[in-house]
């Protein structure tokens, strides 16, 4: 096998990983400046959010990506997430109630969901349905939402009222998951029944819920405590394992395969799904003058820990690449408040 | 339309029936109530520039636009009417101090004034005192002081005066006020609308600006009753009642109002008797707000705090000596959705000396000061004046000044109460050269302040945002101006220049502090033929970085404003005046906070009746 050859399978390996794990399938179109590598999410201050872009291989950065594409327009104030389905990416900010969608290779404007959203905050898609959550007012959880867009028209179909904080949203075998929590309040997943569209179960924690992650059909919850693998077959709570002292403070979650990472203050921690125990020595620690921006962004794809600090929010913030035994790799500046990681 | 049409039929309404009264005459020597009695006397050292009555009438009655067009203040506006803030010399809003009638009325909240809440009418005296004040005017004197005083008059008459404007976006600006006095009382009263569509266009794009109507309403109440030969009673009042809508960017942004209600009392009783004064005062500020955060679900948070402050001011004069001893106690109490209902006290002290001979003048001052939350350092002003020629004279000054923790920092939501004030070391010195024979003055004036223990909210480890003691900002620079009159034939001018350079450097990054210029300036330049003026106006504010980096792209884009307003008097009918003025002359495109940006050019009309 020529090396060139052997380079362009493990690449491809890379892609099609990449992109089973957003649940999306084989992509159908990958030409476009972003057709492989990372989105880095850039929340942004008063004067709106951006969207980095860093090469599968590291080496190259885009930022301000989508400026870069459609100069006359702006993603709009605090970008909270994207999702995706096979040809576009929905990217959603918060401070102006809107979803922009984009061509996800291009970047290319297509349309923009600005109506039906309050606080928007995370979504997918499920059966040409977007599901998205919202916060509405921050002074009660009694009117935080999901609502229903319907992708043929791009409009809003329903909304699902929680009663309780709308934050992370997951899918698995046609059912809808969502983390009743954030901001260190809530302590629920509840369970939502698409087909007449209202919350069919609620699982509550001991403690309040910081994160979640999806991973091989379990739904893995940090709380202040312990970690809990939920799966989600049943919905029923398969393992658990409590925090020790040191990871007082646990903030973010990864999961791969069966190894589990948390992050608490400025450290990783990590675990296996066959661990009795957590340990209690740290995988790695970073530098970081911010106090909120530590790990503001966390997460681990293919091997490697992805990390991004939010420094004073003021000012550029930075995103770190570790291989799985935390060594650094890359250290890489991009735009204010990077938030999240999304592997095209 | 209707509502254009309204104002026209006031207007004349109001020439027809003023027909025969009579044109209000500055050139009387009344006896005049003096609301603020220390801020003459014991600026020794330091510059206090009073903004002439005629600035105000080409200014819409917006006491931002004044602080802009007059002097090197940096105004911060959320887009034009909404919040808006001042700042001195590279300091923060907070380090700004706004003295009512000798009274320190900064927000107990967040420990600024908003001065798009302040109609400049509402004051007969208007002046600024760049420097610290700490020692006169208590928390937030540090980059300087802006100080807004009611003079009253014994001047057995009648006095009414009307000023209404119409502007561009439905804009509208009224305000009457009645003065009457015999010659033992004193009785003035002014009331105050503005409101506005606020729909501007916004430059360089295809938008309007959003959700920024507002309406507001104020009213001042000022009265003297001379009880003896020796004594007198004073009482000032001001409220304000407002709801203001804040603009957003895009449709689809949730609108939110605000509401606020401020009212404040003054009552004092003087006596005086040959080289001995005291005054006993009463004050009681009341403030209150309530912000929704969405019109359309009209789920409010409100909080109000009212504060209390009894002070006693004892003068007495020993030939060239002034001596000035002060004891005042104060207490604020909070109430509200997002603050912990609580009390702060104080209790302070302070004397002042001021020696006066022909060689120099000078002035010494001391303060204490003593809170149930926070240690007060010991504060202190140093000031000499010295006439070196009749045409030349050099003010020096030092003094340690301080802004304490607000009621938001220290009792928002769960409450930081650890928390000192912030502290200042500022040094001054000021060249001042006035000629008098050419109506030439020219000023130049260096200024250093070294400022610990500033106060920052920072999120903590649960990701709240509690404020802490970390910053150090040392801010320096220079200041100058020149000011010149002179006749060409018919026509007078006036003419003044000011320009500042500021730097204020965090000693932490070694970075210039984010939105706050380095370069400001501003032109003033009056042209008066017989019964017609001109002024015109010209600003300049620096570039200003927006990242804590100092980023060189990440800038708000230095601008440069223009204003022309052109009055008009006519002889027959000389209680009657015009102005006609356009603001932004050339439609620049300019922003003083990000994402916030400013109307282009606009046009007003107004009229004043002086009765």
């Known amino acids: 096998m020529n090396i060139k050859l052997f380079f362009l399978s493990i690449f491809s390996f890379l892609i099609l990983t990449s992109c089973s794990d957003d649940d999306f399938g084989i992509p159908v179109e990958l030409e476009g400046d972003f057709a492989n590598g990372i989105f880095i999410l850039n929340e942004g201050n008063s004067a709106g959010g951006s969207l980095s872009f860093m090469t599968s291989d590291f080496s190259e950065i885009t930022q301000n990506a989508y400026q870069s594409v459609n100069p006359d327009d702006d993603l709009g104030l605090f970008v909270q997430s994207i999702f995706f389905d096979e040809q576009f990416a929905y990217i959603i900010s918060n401070g102006s109630n809107m979803i922009t969608i984009v061509n996800r290779y291009t970047l290319e404007f297509v349309d923009r969901i600005d109506s039906g959203l309050n606080v928007p905050r995370y979504g997918l898609i499920l059966n040409g349905k977007a599901y998205v959550t919202n916060q509405a007012d921050f002074s009660t959880t009694a009117d935080d939402y999901v609502a229903v867009i319907d992708l043929a028209s791009r409009t809003l179909e329903n909304t699902i009222v929680l009663g309780n904080y709308a934050e992370k949203i997951y899918e698995f075998e046609n059912k809808i998951y969502v983390q009743n929590a954030s901001y260190g309040f809530g302590n629920q997943i509840s369970k939502l029944n698409i087909e007449n569209q209202t919350v069919e179960q609620n699982l509550s924690f001991s403690s309040a819920i910081s994160d979640t992650y999806l991973s091989n059909g379990n739904l893995y919850v940090l709380a202040q405590d312990e970690i809990t693998q939920v799966n989600l077959t049943n919905f029923q709570t398969s393992s658990t394992w409590s925090l020790a002292e040191t990871h007082v403070g646990a903030s973010r979650l990864a999961v791969e395969g069966n190894a589990i990472y948390f992050t608490s203050s400025n450290s990783v921690y990590n675990f296996t799904t066959s661990d009795d125990t957590i340990s209690e020595t740290a995988l790695f620690n970073y530098e970081t003058t911010s106090a909120f921006g530590t790990f503001y962004g966390f997460d681990v794809h293919n091997g490697f820990i992805y990390l991004s600090d939010g420094a004073d929010f003021a000012s550029n913030g930075f995103i770190q690449i570790r291989n799985s035994q935390g060594d650094l790799i890359k250290e890489q500046e991009v735009g204010i408040g990077p938030n999240s990681f999304y592997f095209n | ?611």
């Open chain 2, 1 to 611: 339309m209707k509502q254009f049409r309204a104002h026209i039929f006031v207007c004349l309404c109001l020439v027809v029936s003023s027909a025969l009264a009579q044109l209000d005459s500055i050139q009387q020597l009344d006896e005049v109530v003096l609301s603020d009695r220390q801020l003459q006397q014991f600026s020794v050292g330091q510059n206090l520039i009073e903004i002439p009555e005629s600035r105000k009438r080409i200014t819409a009655n917006k006491l931002s636009d004044l602080l802009l067009e007059n002097s090197t203040i940096h105004i911060r506006q959320n887009g034009y009417g909404m919040v808006a803030s001042a700042s001195f010399r590279g300091t923060t809003a907070q380090q700004t101090a706004v003295v009512w009638n000798g009274i320190n009325i900064n927000s107990q909240f967040n420990g600024q004034t908003d001065f798009n809440t302040m109609p400049t009418y509402g004051y007969s005296e208007i002046s600024i005192r760049p420097g610290g004040g700490s020692l006169l005017y208590g928390s937030g004197a540090v980059g300087g002081s802006i100080h807004l005083n009611n003079q009253l008059y014994f001047r057995d008459t009648t006095q009414v005066k009307l000023f209404s404007q119409i502007g561009s976006f439905n804009t509208f600006e009224n305000f009457i006020e009645t003065k009457h006095s015999t010659e033992k009382t004193s009785l003035k009263f002014n009331l105050n609308r503005s409101a506005s569509d606020n729909d501007y266009p916004i430059l360089g794009s295809s938008r309007t600006n959003l959700n920024g109507q507002f309406e507001q309403w104020s009213a001042h109440l000022s009265f003297a009753y001379k009880l003896s030969q020796n004594s007198q009673l004073n009482y000032h009042g001001q409220f304000y009642d407002g709801l203001r809508h804040f603009s957003v960017l895009r449709p689809s942004e949730n609108k939110s109002n605000y509401s606020n209600t401020d009212s404040r009392n003054l009552i004092e009783w003087e006596y005086d008797k040959n080289d001995f004064k005291s005054v006993v005062k009463y004050a009681f500020l009341h403030e209150a707000f309530e912000y929704n955060q969405n019109i359309e679900t009209n789920l409010s948070t409100a909080n109000k705090a009212n504060t209390h402050l009894v002070k006693t001011e004892v003068y007495q004069n020993y030939g060239k000596l002034d001596t000035n001893f002060n004891i005042s106690i104060k207490q604020t109490a909070a109430d509200g959705d997002n603050i912990i209902d609580e009390h702060i006290q104080h209790l302070n002290f302070s004397t002042l000396l001021n020696y006066n001979s022909k060689w120099a003048t000078l002035s010494l001052g001391l303060r204490q000061e003593f809170s149930n939350f926070f240690d007060s350092p010991l504060l202190y002003t140093i000031g000499a004046e010295l006439p070196v020629t009749s045409a030349y004279n050099l003010k020096l000054s030092h003094s340690k000044n301080f802004r304490q923790p607000s009621l938001n920092d220290l009792f928002w939501v769960e409450g930081t109460t650890n928390l000192q004030p912030e502290t200042a070391l500022q040094y001054e010195a000021s060249h001042q050269f006035n000629f008098k024979h050419q109506s030439l003055s020219f000023q130049l004036t260096g200024f250093f302040n070294d400022i610990s223990q500033m106060i920052r909210w920072l999120p903590d480890q649960t990701s709240t945002w509690k404020p802490e003691n970390v910053d150090e900002v040392k801010t320096y620079g220079l200041t100058t101006s020149i000011s010149k009159e002179f006749k060409l034939m018919p026509i007078h001018f006036k003419t003044q220049l000011n320009y500042e350079f500021t730097k204020a450097i965090d000693a932490r990054t070694q970075r210039q502090l984010t939105f706050t210029p380095q370069h400001s300036a501003f032109l003033n330049l009056d042209l008066q033929y017989k019964t017609f003026a001109l002024n015109f106006t010209q600003t300049y504010t620096g570039k200003a970085f927006t990242r804590t980096d100092n980023a060189p792209n990440e800038i708000l884009e230095d601008f440069w404003l223009s204003h022309l307003n052109l009055a008009y008097q006519p002889k027959q009918i000389d209680f009657f005046s015009v102005n006609i003025g356009f603001k932004n002359l050339f439609n620049q495109a300019y922003q003083t906070i990000e994402n916030r940006p400013m109307p282009g050019h606009q046009f007003y009309v107004n009229t004043i009746i002086n009765l």
